[in-house]
Each structure stands twice: as C-alpha cells, then as structure tokens.
C-alpha cells in the first residue's frame, strides 16, 4: 500500500485553473515522470488532507492557510470580456457604461462593482440585476464566448480566444482584489519526491505561461 500511495499522486483542482492551464499541460508531467501516475479531481472544495487522500491541491485565495504550504502560481486579475460578434451587435462597446445596456453573466460577483468603481461608474447598480449565474469563471466564459452575455474573467487564461477573436477585451483597465491562484500541500509533506517534482515541474510551465 505504501508502494502504491508513492507512486500515485493525488490532485485536486478549482475547475478555472483545470480547465485552462492544467488539462493542456500535464501530459508533459507525466511524460517527464513516467513512474508517477497522475490522479486529478476537480471540485471548489478545500482540501482535507487529513482525511481526503490528496497530496496537494491548486486553489483560490489569499495563500494563508494554516497548516499549509503555499506558492503563488497566478495573479487574480479581472475584466470585462465578451465575444466580438455580440459587440459589434451593440454597435460597439465605447466606454464602460456601455456594458450596463448589455446581459451580463453574473451580475452578483463582486469583481463586476470593483470595475466599475475602478473604471469610473461607482453607481452600477448589478447586484439585484436578473442574469445567467454559474458559479464558475470557466463556464461564464464558454457563455461569453457564445455571445449570451459579457463575462467577468481572467484575462491571462483567454489569450487564445483573444488571438482567435472568439473573445475580446473592450477595455484595457484589469483589476485585482489581491487573491491568486495557488499551489498548497501539508507542511509536513514538502520533501515527498513526488509533492517536489511536481511543484518544481509547475512552477517551470507557470513561469512559462507568465512570460507569453
């Protein structure tokens, strides 16, 4: 059983950072590391490691907390986005509060008010606003993408949507509320070879990623 639990290891994943850097890049792991084998669960849900058999998990936050080792591997950052065709129908999108004459995905999440407010429409009124609500950055943008509404997003994760025009980003203003996408484990895991290798092989493709 020890063999085993060493030669398999355990992710688990926030559905955004899954499905648009760790599905197209994890193959390469394996690769690299062909006597480890790769489980990945994808879920919302904070890690028990006590109790859930995972080794570490990648999730959102402010990297604090306890018990936990944590490294940054992605900047939370936000901004409107939507598809081209569903801009060019609204004649065009010149200003910010330009968007608040168009569906939007999501009108609830607080990164929409935090625009705004950046952007210089303190009064956008979104939070009793009816609109299409699904609890995930990844699906929200698959709706954008099919011109239901304008999304929030994360734009470092649309970069090849933006260069196939299947999204755009109207405005240049991208803003932070200080959270980031993280890699954690137990402290007391941090010299498992495997827990090592995987860090030290994501860490390399982040860095990648951070330059393009």
Known sequence: ARGRTEETLEISVIPTFATNFLAQRIGCFQIDNPSIAVRIEVNQTLSDFASDGFDLAIRSGRGDWP???S???VP???TPM???ALAEKAGGIHQPADLLKMPIIEPSDPWWHQW???AGVPDANLATRPGLQFGSQVLEANAAIAGQGIGI???AFYK???AQRRLCQPFDLVCSDGQGYWLVYPENRRNLTKIRLFRNWLQGKVDEFNRQ
Do not use: D, M, N, R
Request: charged share 25%; proline share 10%.
């Open 67 to 69: 018990g936990l080792k």
């Open 71 to 73: 490294h940054l591997l």
């Open 76 to 78: 939370v950052e936000f």
């Open 82 to 84: 939507l598809s081209p």
């Open 116 to 118: 705004f407010e950046a």
């Open 153 to 155: 997003l994360t734009p």
């Open 160 to 162: 090849e949507e933006i």
